[in-house]
């Protein structure tokens, strides 16, 4: 599987668009970068998925380039309640995600 | 709520002890996939079981062992337990195609003294 490389920490205020971007260099052509979420003390939380270009849906938007050696996780005017650790993966379309390994994360803090 | 039932919510137990930990997946659901969460650690793949087969293995320790059973409950079996097996341990669910995204219960939260 790829290996991801993402910042450690992010922090942010009330009402700002964050951008938080995952390294992942030896991606191959079958994968899929996926996005997840997890709060304190919780299973983490499906937010995105995308293979090429760009993707959007209720909560963030996925950014990705054309050589897919990166992505980047747009989320729009963040609230408190977005303060979590953000997990990116990248993982076979051919085998699945069956070996999925969440890497640190991302922990993003949300200030008022 | 996402459809995956872990229980105990929190277990406490001594060194050299054994646990099970029980996962029920969501409904339909045929592969049930187990993490280990150490403090301020990432996710660590234990195992993954499709309908009752052992799909894929982590780094799972020889200690630690895991089945799905015909009803799609999965048990994970810790025994001769050390003082780092405390974590949080996760169950995931999915129906098991490539690239479905898994919905995670909320865990297990071990604690060996």
């Known amino acids: 599987l790829a290996k991801t490389t993402q910042p450690i920490s992010m922090d942010s205020y009330e009402g700002q668009e964050v951008n938080i971007t995952c390294s992942h260099n030896?991606?191959?052509?079958?994968?899929?970068i996926t996005w997840y979420q997890q709060f304190p003390s919780q299973g983490p939380r499906f937010i995105i998925q995308g293979y090429k270009t760009k993707v959007t849906n209720e909560v963030a938007s996925l950014f990705i380039p054309a050589d897919r050696k990166s992505s980047t996780l747009s989320l729009p005017r963040v609230s408190l309640s977005d303060t979590a650790v953000y997990y990116c993966?990248?993982?076979?379309?051919?085998?699945?995600?069956?070996?999925?390994?969440f890497g640190t994360g991302t922990r993003l803090l949300v200030s008022p | 709520d996402s459809g995956v039932t872990q229980t105990p919510k929190h277990l406490i137990t001594a060194t050299g002890q054994r646990v099970t930990l029980r996962c029920s997946p969501r409904?339909?659901?045929?592969?049930v996939y187990w993490y280990q969460q150490s403090l301020d650690q990432g996710l660590q793949f234990l195992i993954q079981?499709?309908?009752?087969?052992?799909?894929a293995k982590g780094n799972i320790l020889e200690r630690f062992s895991a089945q799905q059973f015909p009803d799609l409950h999965s048990e994970l079996n810790l025994s001769s337990l050390e003082l780092g097996d405390s974590a949080l341990y996760f169950c995931?669910?999915?129906?098991?195609?490539?690239?479905?995204?898994?919905?995670f219960g909320s865990g297990t939260q071990l604690s060996v003294l």
């Open positions: 030896n991606i191959a052509t079958n994968d899929y």
């Open positions: 993966l990248v993982g076979d379309m051919d085998t699945g995600f069956q070996k999925l390994v």
């Open positions: 079981y499709y309908n009752g087969e052992e799909r």
């Open positions: 409904s339909g659901d045929l592969s």
């Open positions: 995931a669910s999915s129906a098991g195609q490539p690239n479905e995204k898994l919905f």
